[in-house]
């Protein structure tokens, strides 16, 4: 019993010597932190990592003289929108850290097509105004988590201020874009309910929703 013991302790220890974890940050040319990118490695031991809204992430690794990090992101959307597909918006970037490395900054450079596409936001968001309110189902109770997107935009929403999800109390708020009428969808992914709406005008500050 005791040498059973005695070898599952040099087990663990000769686990522990033999990994280490790699902290980061991920940004933009522009120093701005980059939120969701894959960071992965051929010598990650469990799974990769995604940064944080901070751009950060942390990934535990097998010990090497030299760690091989990817760096890459593709702006997706879970069904289809408009037709529009997803597409690579940062350049896929492959660095070699150092065994003695355990914090590294990391740069990557935005796409042509996601310089487009911040360019269709920039001019989306151009005289917008933000709508709010809160969801509820049929018997009255918030609803939370139900994703809310503005319809038949040029791009894909997701992370714009034209999606977003409500809290814990059912209240969402969401941008809208200056036109004449906006299409307004939300959609309940656990429940498989969907509603959508449409607003004419800025007059339509607040809007309560009833997903049945």
């Given at each position: ?64 003289d030299s760690i091989r990090l990817c760096f890459e992101h593709r ?16 350049y896929k970037k492959e660095i070699d850290v150092r065994k003695e ?112």
């Amino acid at each position: 019993m005791k040498n059973l013991s005695l070898i599952l302790i040099l087990v663990l220890i000769g686990s522990c010597s033999s990994k280490k974890f790699i902290s980061g940050t991920v940004t933009d040319t522009e120093g701005n932190p980059i939120y969701n990118i894959t960071v992965n490695s051929p010598q990650a031991i469990y799974r990769s990592h995604l940064t944080d809204n901070d751009g950060k992430f942390r990934i535990c690794v097998r010990k090497r003289d030299s760690i091989r990090l990817c760096f890459e992101h593709r702006l997706f959307f879970y069904f289809n929108y408009n037709g529009l597909e997803d597409f690579q918006d940062y350049y896929k970037k492959e660095i070699d850290v150092r065994k003695e490395d355990k914090y590294i900054n990391v740069t990557l450079e935005k796409t042509p097509e996601r310089i487009h596409c911040d360019s269709l936001i920039s001019k989306a968001l151009d005289g917008a105004y933000y709508i709010k309110g809160q969801i509820y189902n049929k018997k009255g109770q918030a609803l939370p988590l139900v994703d809310v997107l503005v319809e038949d935009l040029p791009f894909i929403p997701r992370q714009t201020p034209f999606f977003t999800t409500s809290g814990l109390n059912g209240v969402y708020e969401i941008a809208i874009p200056n036109r004449d009428s906006v299409r307004i969808t939300f959609s309940d992914m656990l429940d498989k309910k969907e509603k959508t709406v449409t607003i004419k005008g800025e007059n339509s500050r607040n809007i309560n929703i009833t997903l049945e």
